[in-house]
C-alpha cells in the first residue's frame, strides 16, 4: 500500500497542483525513488514530448585566478600560488574559440573566475570580439557572482553591468553560483562571493531586460533536503515574478581536491533523486538538465528517465568540474550525444542556446 502522503502528492502532480515544501521534503526522506521517477518522467513528457535536448558548444574559462576561493573549488587559485595560474589575454580566447567555431558550434560558453586585478573592460572585450567576428554565434556567458562582481569593480549598477554586455554581445547566462541559496551556509561555503539576494537580483536584473538565464544547485555538501527545497522555491517564486531561467541544473558536489575533500560524493538514488524531484517542484521551469560532465555518462543517460529532458552539449573542454576530480571526458561528440540519446529511448533534438530546435535525429 503506498503511504497517505505520497498518494497525496501524486494526485496533486497529477492534478497540475503545485507542491509545497514538505511535499518536496517527504519526497526526499521517504519516497521511493521508482515512484518519484516515474512521476517525473510524466512531468517531463508533458513538457516536452520524447525530445531531449542538446546543443553544440563550447565551454571556455577565462581565467582560474580568483579572489573568492570558495571552499568546494578545486578550481580557482591565488594569483602567485600554486595549481598553475593562468589567465587569458582577449586574443588568446578569441582564438581558442575560433578554432571551435569551425565544428559547428553554436554557442560560446564563457565563464571567468573572480580576478583581482582585471577590469570590467577586459570582460566587454572578450564578448565583443566574438559577436563582431562569429555574429551567428550564440554567446552565453558569466554567472551572477561574476556579474555582481563586475558591479563591485566598476562602480557600476547591475542593469549597468548586464546592458553593457548585452549590446556587446552577450546572449544569455549560465546558471551558476547559485550553489545553495541560503546565507547561513553560504558564510560557511562562500563567504566572498554573491549573497542569496544578490544571485537572485542579478537573473530578476537580467530576466528584465530580456537576458535570458539557467540556473542550479550544488548539492551534496553541508546542505539538508529542507535548503534544497527551499533553494528549489525560491527559485520558483523569481520565475513566477520575473520570468526567464530557461533550465534548471542539479550539480552534484565533486568533493576531490578542494577544501571538503572528507564529504562523500553523492550517491546516483540522490543524483537521479534530485533531478526527479526538482522536475515536480519546478513546474514552471521548462527543461531540467543532466549535466553529464559532472553525473557521468551512464547516469545523464538515466537520468532521462527520471524527469531530464537536456543533456547539456559537447563542451569541447571543461576545467571546472574536472579540477573537482570529474572523471569524465572533457568533451563528446555530437555523434556520441546522438546515440547516447537514442539508446535512451529518446529523439535526439540539437537546440540553440535558447531552446529553437536547429535539428531531430
Known sequence: MEPMMMRSITEKIRSGIRLEAADGIYLYEAGDLLTIGELAREKKLQKSGRHVFFNVNCHINLTNICVSRCNFCAFGVDKEGEGGPYLM??????????????????????????????????????????????????????????????????GLSI???????????????????????????????CPKKA??????????????????????????????????????????????????????????????????????RTSAVDD???????????????????????LGLPVAQIALDFGADDIDGTVIEERIMHAAGAETQKGITKDEIVALIKESGYIPTERDTIYNILATF
Open 89 to 154: 589575454t582577449p586574443e588568446q580566447v578569441f582564438e581558442y574559440g575560433a578554432k571551435a567555431a569551425g565544428h559547428g558550434i553554436t554557442e560560446f560558453h564563457i565563464v571567468s573566475a573572480m580576478h583581482p586585478d582585471m577590469p570590467f573592460d577586459y570582460y566587454l572585450e572578450v564578448i565583443k570580439k566574438f559577436n563582431q567576428a562569429f555574429p551567428d554565434i550564440h554567446i552565453q556567458a558569466f554567472t551572477a557572482v561574476e556579474i555582481f562582481y563586475f558591479s563591485q569593480i566598476s
Open 159 to 189: 542593469r549597468e553591468v548586464l546592458s553593457a554586455l548585452k549590446e556587446a554581445g552577450l546572449g544569455s547566462m549560465p546558471g551558476g553560483g547559485a550553489e545553495i541559496l541560503n546565507d547561513k551556509l553560504r558564510r560557511q561555503l
Open 195 to 264: 549573497m542569496s539576494d544578490e544571485w537572485l537580483e542579478v537573473h530578476k536584473t537580467a530576466h528584465e531586460l530580456g537576458i535570458k538565464t539557467n540556473c542550479t544547485m550544488l548539492f551534496g555538501h553541508i546542505e539538508s533536503y529542507k535548503d534544497r527545497i527551499e533553494h528549489m522555491i525560491r527559485l520558483r517564486d523569481l520565475q513566477d515574478s520575473a520570468p526567464g531561467f530557461q533550465s534548471f541544473i542539479p550539480l552534484p558536489f565533486l568533493p576531490e581536491n578542494t577544501k571538503m575533500a572528507n564529504i562523500k
Open 272 to 294: 537521479l533523486k534530485t533531478i526527479a524531484i526538482s522536475r515536480l517542484m519546478l513546474d514552471n521551469i521548462d527543461h531540467i538538465k543532466a549535466f553529464w560532465i559532472m
